[in-house]
């Protein structure tokens, strides 16, 4: 998808052919309009989960919970909110969105403002915001968390947040679209800010998480909306979906993946699988993420 802060750096790390600078790729997509192809055969995985999918005790297209997508960032995003599912509902949307971004590659200087700077109210921010701030005032508001690749961060919804330029990450959500955006530096466009006033929530500083991860699967953020692990082995590594199904994505490296029932397939780095039952993969070079949804 193209955005006006995009970047060629996940079609680099991927060897992706893009004509232009993209901001957004989606990896696995229920929402309307944007539902992610089935690699190698017809169909999105929407139609899918409603054919095949329902056989194998798939939750709906409606129902499916989670979205994942891939962020390029060559300038920063807008300064901006998500709500949560009660502030949703009041707006007449179908859920809010909560997420968790993982940062994949960050210039030296690259850094995501995430939450207020100690001190700073939310309500404060959006008085100097309507007070014709400049991008500098606003930043200086801002909770400035300085990133490199392999960090993760959980953005609760209701948190105010823009992510820097020089950034690219994976970013695991609830299946919304909902952004109101508060300041975008400059771009003129639209800008949302009663529904942000309504959604945005004061809370503590947020912290960057940097677990050791190794060999088996490391739990990086477990909330109410999923969980995200992720593992590096240098051997054999199961994949067993606790709630029915889950979804692998491999950041680096190519692996053999082996299922139960004598299902094989060959994945490399950029791939996404839906994963049905426990299955095995073998490899070499693995760097992956698991996202299941939340209990």
Same mark, same amino acid.
């Given at each position: 998808m193209l955005r006006p802060w995009g970047g060629s750096r996940v079609a680099r790390r991927f060897g992706w052919d893009a004509g232009s600078a993209v901001g957004e790729w989606w990896l696995a997509s229920c929402y309307p309009g944007m539902e992610t192809a089935l690699h190698e055969t017809a169909g999105n995985?929407?139609?899918?989960?409603?054919?095949?999918?329902?056989?194998?005790?798939?939750?709906?297209?409606?129902?499916?919970?989670?979205?994942?997508?891939?962020?390029?960032?060559?300038?920063?995003?807008?300064?901006?909110?998500?709500?949560?599912?009660?502030?949703?509902?009041?707006?007449?949307? @179908?859920?809010?969105?909560?997420?968790?971004?993982?940062?994949?590659?960050?210039?030296?200087?690259?850094?995501?403002?995430?939450?207020?700077?100690?001190?700073?109210?939310c309500a404060e921010i959006m008085s100097r915001i309507e007070a014709g701030a400049s991008n500098e005032d606003v930043l200086s508001m801002m909770n400035r968390l300085a990133v490199r690749a392999g960090d993760t961060l959980f953005v609760k919804a209701g948190t105010l947040h823009a992510i820097a330029?020089?950034?690219?990450?994976?970013?695991?959500?609830?299946?919304?679209?909902?952004?109101?955006?508060?300041?975008?530096?400059?771009?003129?466009?639209?800008?949302?800010?009663?529904?942000?006033?309504?959604?945005?929530?004061?809370?503590?500083?947020?912290?960057?998480?940097?677990?050791?991860?190794?060999?088996?699967?490391?739990?990086?953020?477990?909330?109410?909306?999923?969980?995200?692990?992720?593992?590096?082995?240098?051997?054999?590594?199961?994949?067993? @979906?606790?709630?029915?199904?889950?979804?692998?994505t491999l950041l680096a490296g190519t692996g053999e993946l082996q299922g139960k029932q004598g299902t094989q397939a060959t994945l490399s780095a950029g791939d996404t699988l839906l994963v049905l039952d426990e299955v095995e993969l073998a490899g070499a070079d693995l760097d992956l993420l698991l996202v299941q949804p939340g209990l």
């Open positions: 995985l929407a139609t899918w989960l409603e054919t095949e999918g329902r056989a194998l005790n798939c939750p709906e297209a409606i129902d499916f919970p989670i979205l994942l997508k891939f962020l390029d960032a060559e300038e920063t995003l807008s300064l901006q909110v998500h709500p949560n599912d009660d502030v949703a509902a009041r707006h007449g949307l @179908p859920g809010g969105k909560t997420e968790a971004w993982h940062i994949l590659d960050a210039d030296a200087n690259a850094c995501v403002y995430l939450g207020t700077a100690p001190g700073t109210t330029g020089g950034v690219s990450l994976f970013e695991v959500q609830q299946n919304s679209d909902a952004t109101y955006r508060m300041h975008d530096w400059g771009r003129g466009r639209a800008l949302h800010l009663e529904q942000a006033r309504d959604a945005m929530i004061d809370g503590p500083p947020s912290q960057i998480i940097r677990p050791e991860v190794g060999q088996d699967w490391t739990t990086l953020v477990d909330c109410s909306a999923f969980q995200l692990s992720r593992a590096k082995p240098n051997a054999p590594i199961k994949i067993a @979906p606790t709630d029915g199904y889950a979804l692998l």
